[in-house]
Nanobody, 125 residues
Framework: VQLQASGGGLVQAGGSLRLACAAS????????VGWSRQAPGKERELVAA????????FHVDSVKGRFTISRDNAENTVYLQMNGLKPEDTAVYYC???????????????????WGQGTQVTVSS
């Protein structure tokens, strides 16, 4: 499956962005999807994940209440709505997919088999 991330940009603190991850190549409903981010000098961290059907979601504590992951399997797209952005959210954001039959979320970055190219999010103070 091929993934294309979009929606990043420059925003002031407190602002919002919506990232989109468009998939092609294989039936998207067979893949759990996650959004990860990597800031300069830091390791890549998973910030949100969603199950194949969209019923199970995970958000890391640092983004709970501000970020929301969702998916539209008919459109082969997963979204990350980011509200209340903070300067510490500045990073390159990547979407990733893992083939799944369990209906669970995938919570570790190493478990994802397919990665998009990343989209830069910059939050100014």
């Amino acid at each position: 499956v091929q993934l294309q991330a979009s929606g990043g940009g420059l925003v002031q603190a407190g602002g919002s962005l919506r990232l989109a991850c468009a998939a092609s190549g294989r039936p998207f409903y067979n893949y759990a999807v996650g959004w990860s981010r990597q800031a300069p000098g830091k390791e890549r961290e998973l910030v949100a994940a969603i199950s194949t059907g969209g019923t199970v979601k995970f958000h890391v504590d640092s983004v709970k209440g501000r970020f929301t992951i969702s998916r539209d399997n008919a459109e082969n797209t997963v979204y990350l709505q980011m509200n209340g952005l903070k300067p510490e959210d500045t990073a390159v954001y990547y979407c990733a997919a893992a083939h799944s039959v369990s209906g669970a979320v995938v919570r570790t970055t190493v478990a994802y088999q397919y990665w998009g190219q990343g989209t830069q999010v910059t939050v100014s103070s």
